[in-house]
């Protein structure tokens, strides 16, 4: 069965950093780009970054831009999100996500073009 996992959330204090990892299992990433969005509470899920197959493209979202770092390990099957500087309005459920149609793929912030989610990993921020 196709799935993601995230982990590596935790609870941080302003100021802080957190590296994220979504692992993949019953299929490889290698054909997917990959996004990473965020769901705070009562909120709707928002994109916050992506990386493209090969990984020399990512794109961020203006409020994680010079924090945040997209990167994956495509032999090790797994994507990663670290977070720098990290704010308490960084507080949320993170999510992985995959994306590919019809043997293509590419970087999008619409989340309704992913093929494949995570079931998310908690990030809060607070002193």
């Known amino acids: 069965q196709a799935q993601l996992v995230e982990s590596g959330g935790d609870l941080v204090q302003p100021g802080g950093s957190l590296r994220l990892s979504c692992a993949a299992s019953g299929f490889t990433l290698d054909y997917f780009a990959i996004g990473w969005f965020l769901q705070a509470r009562g909120k709707e899920r928002e994109w916050v970054s992506c990386i493209s197959v090969a990984g020399d493209i990512t794109f961020y979202a203006d409020s994680v831009k010079g924090r945040f770092t997209i990167s994956r390990d495509n032999a090790k099957n797994a994507v990663y999100l670290q977070m720098n500087s990290l704010k308490p309005e960084d507080t949320a459920v993170y999510y992985c996500?995959?994306?590919?149609?019809?043997?293509?793929?590419?970087?999008?912030?619409?989340?309704?073009?992913?093929?494949?989610w995570g079931q998310g990993t908690q990030v809060t921020v607070s002193s």
């Open positions: 996500a995959a994306q590919s149609r019809d043997g293509r793929s590419w970087c999008t912030s619409n989340q309704y073009e992913y093929n494949y």
